[in-house]
Structure formats: structure tokens, C-alpha cells
């Protein structure tokens, strides 16, 4: 049974924002008669975890988040005609300060740094429950300075609850913010443990999951001997493994918060009060931007009134079947061609087009068991996965070559097992190709390009032109020669426009922007 958190509605009074990156406490409430409590505490951190499970509904957390992620990167084509919104512009490199997108990841990571910082600054109790709150509330703030760090490379660092407006921060002072944080919330002893492998019940931060967060931070600064040893320890709790289901069911409901997940967000369908989201819609089959994809008969069955707006790009299918070949297990598990769909009546109508290259997602797809129709929206109750052990494992074998290159290979090859490949050397290259591969889907794959510094070649040619898929094949449309990632500007986001404006105190991090 899912486990539901029960929040107090005056919270989000108590936490709300007059701007970006301030979040004071206004006074709407006594502070010497709050934050006393076991049932104080847990109000206040379940107000973070809302935020990152919820959000502010349609343009959500989640949604905004892999939005970013995706299509920053080379995994999937924004799968719409009109290339002139923001999903596009995204995707083609043609984004500037005022991108709605960026401006509102930005936005929901400084919120949930404000709740997180309202319960840093105020429980003071030493009561389990209390110090569990401010632990949990130091790692999810470490997370969300994760994202603002290696995304907009200077953005401010918010400490406490406070009017004062923050200016830009540096990436030193933000690393070391992360790293004291989390081995701070580590430490104290007060995160909570899943029971076993098998437990299924622990939606909370856990203390493995503070520890494979270090590691990722300290492996995105090249410490990977400080990587090493507390991934080692992710792995030696025995707490957690791959998952042995079909590869691509992994996310379907039934499947959730098994022992491969190392953190989630608990989503629960409350038809009263839906929340919708665009998720269902964006990782779906679509008979709005994927017009042929109707079959009455519904043979898989599929949500597909749809966008279909995160479509796979034919270069990272090209990639699966170099390593795995066309029958690979984990390639079929995860994208399927038209070919596969025209078979089971997913055909395209003739004279139809779409933006793709004629491949569909097939990991993560979302069923129409798993979604409902709210009003217009889809709305559905399957969890946010944050974070896999197989990314641990992977991060864990990057951080441990030419340290520990017995435990490097190891870690690659119990990843390539379950994939149905057989063993490889543990090498920077293999790495890449295999986090490509595994983690797609998973949002990764734009932080790994840029922190390998390989992302000015990869993403070079992005928005310069884009694929129409029709019965006949796939055409080439436009030529913009100025589009795609350029040295110099797109190393990190552009400070929001927005941001700039209501604080003057922040200023842009490049002169290119």
C-alpha cells in the first residue's frame, strides 16, 4: 500500500515565497508556537516533499524537470510542428533568459530550498522525528543545489530564511555548501533505512540515498577517490539491487518502489482534487504530434491521446544496436521502431507526418491503466524515480577506475548482465556508452555531456535542422546555421530574465546571454 503523507494546509502559507529566492518566514504564524512538535516537524519537511512530488500542478516539478533535461540533451526530439514554443526553442538551442521552461525549473528549485530551509533554520527539537526532518530537509536541499550547480553554474546560495536579496555564489562555495549538507544529514544518524531489499514501503529520503547523492557530487567535481568510498558503501548495505523484471516494465505501477529504486516521489490519484500532469502525455504515443498512431483495437494498450512530445532521435538508437545489435534485449525494451508499430496496427495515415525518425519510447511508456482523463488533462499516480541503483553502480565503477579496477569492472558488468551483455573492461569510453544507454530515459545524459566536456561536439548541430517521418521515410527539414550549442554561452543556463529583474543584486553568468 502506498504510503500517503498528510500535510497541513497552513504550511504553504507559512512557507510562501515573495520572490524567486526568498522565502521568509512572514509572520502569518507565531514561530514560538511552531516547530515544537514531532507533528510540527513533519508538517514542515512533508511541505518540501509535496513540492517535489506535486509542484504547482500541469507545469510541475517532474514535468519541468525532465523537460530540461531531455531536451537539452541528444536523447530526444521535441516532438511538435510548431517549432516556435518553448519546447523547441529548448530542444534547437534558439533559448534565451526568458525561456518559460528554464525560468520555472529555477523557480520550483528555490521553493523547495525555501520549505527545506524553513525546517533547517526552526526545528531545533532532538526528538527522532525532529532531527529525521532536518536531515532529510539538508539532503533534499543538497539535491536541489545539485541541479542549480551544474545547470546555471553561479546561482545564489540561499542558507537560511531571510529577506536579504543573495547574489550570485561561486562553484566552489556551492560544492562545499553540498558536501556539508550531506555528510551533515549522514552523520546524524537520523535518516532512515529501508528493512531489507525487499521493502517496499519507504518513500522517505534514506540514508543510501544521501550517500549515492555525494558520491554523484563528488564525482562531478573529480573526486573520485572521496566517490568511491561512499558509493562502496551504497552497495556493501546489501539495501538495494537490480531489478529482474522485464527491463522495460520497470516503471509500470505495479513495479513501484522495488529494490532498484533508490529514491521516489509517491504519487497518489485523488480523482476530487486530480493534479494534472503533462508526463503521461509527453512520454506517450500521440494522436496530436504523432497523427498516425491510432489503432481501434488498442493491441498494447496504450494512453495515446497524447503528446508524444519526448521522442527518441535515431542517433541514440543507432548507438544501442552498436553495442547490443538490433535484437539486443535491453534496445527492444526500450525503443521500438515503426516498423514493430505499423505491424501491430500503429500505422500512419497516408500523407501523415510527425517530427520524429520513426521511433517510439517504449521504457516508461505510460498504459491506459496507469492514466485517466480529468477534465483535459491526463493525470496519473505512478511515481517520480529520482534516482536507480544501476546509476549508482555505474557512478561507482567510473569512480573506482584506476583506484579499484577489480570492483570498476564488477560494478559495469552486473549492469550489462541484466542487459544480456556479456562482460567488458571498466574504461571512461565504456562508461559513457553505457550510462548512454541505461540511463536513457533516466534525464542524465545532458549533466554527463556537459561534465565530460563533450557536449560542444555532441550537441553542436542541435536546432540546425530537424527530421519529418512520413511513409516514405524520413526528410530533413530547415537549415538554421546559427542554432545548436554553442563554446562560450551554453555551458550553463542563462540566469532567468524574470530573476534578474526582481533582484538586482544577480547578475548574469555569461556576457553571451
Known sequence: MKKIYTFLAFIAVLASCT?????PHNGVLDESNFYKSDEDAAA???????DIAVGDGQYGF????????GYLSDEYWAGQQDRTNGFCILSDYAFDANNPFIETHYTHLYTVIGKCNLVIDNVKGDTPIQRRAVAEAKTLRAWMYFELTTLWGTPALVEHVSSDKPTNSTQEALWTFIEKDLTEAIASGALSEKSSKGDRGNYRVTKQYAQALLGKAYLWQGKNAEAAKVLDEVIESGLYGLWGGQYGDFYDIPNEN??????ASNHILDKNTPVPTYLPAFNGLSLYTRPGVLDTSNTFGFNYWTFGGFVPRGSLYDAFVAEEGVDGYRLNESI??????????YAL????????????????????SQTELVLIFQVTDRDAVWMRYAEVLLMAAEANIGIDQTKADKYLNEVRHRAGLGDKACTLDAIKTERRLELFGDFCRYKD?????DAATVLADDGKGEPEFSLTGVEW?????????????????PIPYGELLINKEMHQNSTAW
Open 349 to 368: 495515415g497516408a500523407g501523415a507526418t510527425e517530427n520524429s525518425e520513426g521511433y517510439f519510447t517504449w521504457k516508461g511508456r505510460y498504459l491506459d
Open 19 to 23: 520572490d524567486r529566492l526568498d522565502v
Open 449 to 453: 555531456l556537459q561534465r565530460w566536456g
Open 62 to 69: 517532474e514535468h519541468v524537470y525532465k523537460i530540461v533535461n
Open 44 to 50: 514542515a519537511i512533508a511541505a518540501a516533499y509535496q
Open 477 to 493: 527539414k530547415r537549415d538554421r546555421a546559427e542554432f545548436g550549442y554553442k563554446t562560450g554561452k551554453h555551458e550553463y543556463l
Open 336 to 345: 521500438k521502431t515503426y516498423d514493430f508499430m505499423a505491424d501491430a496496427g
Open 258 to 263: 522495488n529494490e532498484e529504486v533508490m529514491f
